[in-house]
């Protein structure tokens, strides 16, 4: 299925590496667990007023909905919710290319920008859904693992959700593309990817041994 | 040195994490290849007239300013130009943290958010520094590895600088922060460390094969 390009998600610059695509933005989007949220501060008396914010901030994705939470506290939410208009991006380095030539070196990536208003979810259901897709994304089982949140914490959370209306993919792949007369020069040319790998699990010091990694960690690194 | 946070960087949410000192904004910065940057399309008739725009774009920093580079046809970088008020934000993702409790699980991170204008660098020689710390981010001695911009290329490249004037860190590490009252539970938790790690270098497919890597590839990953 493929959303059609709203005018301000369309991808100007190399066209031929857009995709509205929406199998491709779910699958960059639930790659990642960092997205970059841009707003335009509102100005009187908040930080940057009129100008952008852009901040990281972690998001789970369901369905047709992007979630994000944080403290009700939270400048950053609060002046979304109103609702503000944003901008949520996701990139994946996955490569640097090295070209023959200055001019031709790139990356490799894969990103997504998502442009709507998010909305502060206030179904109770909703919202609990969303709390659980949040932790789901530290491993498969996570939730029925862990403490649920107590109503104190639930109404602690703050939660909004973006809707997947418009939003386009940007993707670059494969080797550098070299000028015709730079392919005789003696310089090593190529890609180096690049990927986000998991480390060894590190156990909380206050853990006890007896505890064992839960099957989402040890069938990720071992 | 500490930069005196200006109020429109100052960290308001988790402030213990904050930091401005010089030397820790730096290393974040020059860890990183990609920065997401922030600005407030002008409108009539630009993409999102009016709204918040978030890209993802390579970046290198030298001294005080960190250069911006692309064509002169981009849209982006056009816009910013006349200049416009950008936020520059660049995060590492350095592990998930996992908590007793859903509510305090956790990413450890290090970001760091420039605001300001970017201007376009118009001086040959500093222009011609901010290309070759572009291409000097793929490795110490690349630049003298490959063809030198044509005057051609030169002035296709559209280059903006940003001053580090109002630039502020935030870091979290370490393991999960869970209530007294979890400590109890059979549940594991710590933090899996994430790291951007580089792969086996793939050379071009039209690269003859006597030409080797560069030190600057085989010390990397070998």
Chains 1, 2 share one sequence.
Not at 55 to 65: G, K
């Amino acid at each position: 299925m493929a959303l059609a390009p709203s005018e301000r998600v369309e991808v100007r610059r190399a066209p031929e590496r857009a995709s509205y695509d929406r199998n491709g933005i779910d699958q960059i989007l639930d790659a990642g667990f960092v997205c970059h949220l841009g707003f335009v501060s509102p100005g009187n008396g908040e930080v940057n007023g009129g100008g952008p914010v852009v901040l990281p901030t972690m998001y789970a994705r369901v369905d047709h909905r992007i979630y994000l939470h944080g403290s009700p506290a939270s400048r950053m939410l609060k002046t979304l919710k109103r609702p503000l208009p944003v901008c949520l991006t996701v990139t994946h380095l996955d490569g640097l290319v090295y070209a023959r030539s200055a001019f031709h070196h790139s990356m490799n990536y894969r990103s997504v920008v998502v442009m709507g208003r998010a909305v502060e979810v206030t179904d109770t259901e909703e919202k609990l859904g969303a709390l659980r897709a949040l932790v789901e994304r530290f491993g498969e089982g996570r939730w029925d693992d862990v403490r649920k949140p107590s109503l104190k914490e639930f109404n602690k959370s703050l939660v909004l959700a973006l809707a997947l209306d418009e939003a386009s993919a940007k993707i670059r792949s494969g080797p550098p593309v070299d000028d015709d007369e730079d392919l005789e020069l003696g310089v090593w040319a190529g890609v180096v990817p690049l990927t986000l790998e998991p480390g060894e699990p590190v156990p909380d010091p206050l853990l006890p041994p007896q505890i064992g990694r839960p099957a989402y960690l040890t069938s990720k690194d071992s």
